[in-house]
């Protein structure tokens, strides 16, 4: 029988009184014949729950209650647009149970979005790490804390390492707090192979001299000697196929056959990097331009063989090939619909920055059609161009047409002014304008000139057009160009 490595002191998230949990009332809340859903607290202990009666642990009431709470805490701040609690249920569904409970846990700290540790777990973390001119550092491991050092072992960190939050910071604290929360209920082997989980989501790591996935390998290798976990070979693979499911579960929406969706949760990520576009002001066209910029320049860097996870046969051969081709196919139109994206966005801003100078995108554009229809620029663009190009990108023009998924809280699913220039510009010659932009919006003296005497002159003076009827502050800086053409009205 194996045996239970020496515990250290016991997690010191207590929680906090909130009352009990009721239990679901099935009843006929929403209508005939429809049932009311379970809330998100509720899901959790659901989970946990059903996790530990699978895994034949025993746990209370009150802490399934206590966990779930701390990671609906974590995980519903400001920022969270796509790291939330939905993202949970969403890659947890089906999945076992030690699978489960990584998961659970494995967003809980998102430093770069949260402004720092979660609110509820800064006293439980704050021993782990310090933060020194913006950079998170380890601290020294307390001789005590062998739980905090089982965890440090099988990410492989020291102390003193600065850690970075794109290379294992978020994903170390969340390991951390999950193994802190789940001692007092769980063997240490099951606590380091839900840490062996955690760890695999590190994402978009190059394979280099070692593949990660083998180094993590070595080192839960190496924990389950030094913390005598007593996990068997077999046991070890298992671990390690564990967290191979769990990472390629965390980025499964690269290998979306619906290429709508994949973008849908790209779009869930921008407000989480960018703070602009969380709805709390209005945001500037520069603004979601340069949201546009990061992700496209992101997507363009990023090679579809970082993406998923292999070790073993976990998955197989033929299920990574599928997985990677998904991935790189969704990657290239993903990089040419921001791209596309991107066109327009740099027209708006260089008429705004000729016109008076960066502004609300609402100025230009009109209010996002929440409720009821509003007044957008698109009212005043033409049905279809004149001339249209014979390079188009059937792909991104039916995603421009068509739309994404979804609406999103910063920016509507369809993009009309972006698939206008589309069919007007073509493929090539919009990938080259979009570069011509790049620089021109940087240029401090005159931003966005260059751009516009580099676009057709019949394009710009319909776009000034169509913006001088919403914009209505600057309609006669606007129809001056739509009237005289760039050259003649800026000079």
């Known amino acids: 029988m194996a045996q239970e490595a020496p515990t250290s002191r016991r997690s010191r998230y207590k929680g906090r009184a909130r009352g009990r949990l009721p239990a679901l009332e099935k009843r006929n809340a929403m209508g005939e014949g429809q049932t009311a859903k379970p809330s998100e607290l509720q899901r959790l202990v659901r989970r ?21 709470i701390l990671v609906h805490e974590c995980m519903s701040g400001r920022g969270r647009q796509f790291h939330n609690v939905e993202h949970v249920f969403d890659i947890s569904s089906g999945a076992p149970p030690i699978e489960t409970l990584a998961i659970c846990f494995h967003d809980a700290v998102y430093c770069q979005v949260d402004g720092g540790l979660p609110h509820p777990v800064e006293e439980v973390l704050t021993d ?27 990410f492989g960190f020291e102390a003193g390492q600065v850690l970075s939050p794109y290379a294992g910071l978020n994903e170390f604290l969340s390991a951390l707090l999950a193994a802190r929360s ?61 967290a ?19 973008l849908d949760n790209t779009w869930k990520l ?6 602009s576009l969380r709805g709390q002001r209005l945001y500037t066209i520069g603004e979601y331009r340069l949201a546009m910029a990061k992700m496209e320049g992101f997507l363009s860097f990023l090679d579809s063989d970082v993406v998923f996870r292999a070790y073993l046969n976990q998955p197989t051969d033929e299920e990574y090939a599928v997985m990677r081709t998904r991935a ?17 966005a740099s027209l708006l801003e260089a008429l705004a920055m000729q016109t008076g100078g960066d502004a609300p995108i609402s100025l230009f554009m009109g209010d996002l059609p929440v409720d009821v229809p509003t007044i957008r620029l698109e009212s005043y663009l033409p049905p279809r161009p004149g001339t249209e190009a014979t390079d188009m990108d059937a792909d991104v023009l039916d995603l421009l047409e068509k739309g994404r998924a979804n609406d999103s809280g910063f920016d509507m699913k369809r993009s009309p002014l972006a698939a206008h220039l589309h069919r007007r510009l073509g493929q090539v010659e ?23 005497d580099a ?11 169509a913006c001088a009827h919403l914009a209505t502050t600057r309609s006669e800086a606007l129809r001056a160009i739509a009237a005289q053409g760039v050259a003649a009205a800026l000079g």
């Open 430 to 452: 919009s990938d080259r304008l979009a570069n011509v932009a790049k620089e021109s919006l940087g240029d401090k003296e005159n931003p966005g000139r260059a751009f516009l």
């Open 244 to 262: 191979v499911r769990v990472s390629n579960r965390d980025v499964g929406n690269f290998a979306s056959e619906d290429a709508r969706w994949f």
């Open 128 to 154: 782990a790490v310090e933060l020194n001119e913006g950079q998170y550092i380890l601290r020294p491991i307390q001789e005590d804390d062998r739980l905090m050092a089982m965890v440090t072992t099988i």
């Open 455 to 465: 676009l057709p002159d019949p394009t710009v003076r319909m776009v000034a057009e």
């Open 182 to 242: 789940l001692e007092p209920a769980l063997p240490w082997s099951i606590l380091a192979e839900i840490v062996t989980c955690i760890e695999a989501t590190i994402p978009f790591r190059g394979k280099g001299e070692v593949d990660p996935t083998y180094a993590l390998a070595d080192r839960l290798s190496a924990a389950n000697e030094r913390f005598e976990l007593n996990l068997s070979d077999e046991q070890q693979l298992e671990a390690l196929h564990r």
């Open 328 to 344: 790189e196919a969704n990657i290239a139109l993903g990089c040419r619909y921001l791209r596309a994206k991107l066109l327009a």
């Open 270 to 275: 921008l407000p989480e990097t960018n703070d």
């Open 48 to 68: 946990f729950t059903a996790a530990f009666l699978e895994l034949g642990q025993q746990a209370t009431s009150e802490q399934f209650e206590r966990w779930s």
